[in-house]
């Protein structure tokens, strides 16, 4: 059975910092992307960043390069998205997931997902 669980999230007021982390259990397979959608209130879930487990490499969205840091720890499967200088819009839930297209987050195809953690709250106060 896959299982992802997301760890991390709360409030914090903009320009600070916090660290989300999804640990991962239950795949096949040594090639896949993981990483973090958001959803803000009113909007549709957007693809944030994701890591592959194979290549490491990483892809960000144009709204959070710069400021957040996608990284993983193979031996604990676990993988962590570092938020800095975090911004009141970036005020969502934030999904762990897993899909073996990293498409999917350039393109916020939520439906080609192949596996959801569940969502955790960020709240950026101005």
Known sequence: EVQLVVSGGGLVQAG???KLSCAASGFTGDDYFIGWFRQAPGKKREGVACISSSAGSTYYADSV????????????????????????EDT????????????????????GVGYWGQGTQVTVSS
């Open 16 to 18: 600070g910092s916090l």
């Open 65 to 88: 390069k710069g400021r957040f840091t996608i990284s993983s720890d193979n031996a604990k499967n676990t993988v962590y998205l570092q938020m800095n200088s975090l911004k009141p």
């Open 92 to 111: 969502a839930v934030y999904y762990c997931a897993v899909d073996w297209d990293d498409r999917s987050w350039y393109y916020n195809d939520v439906y």
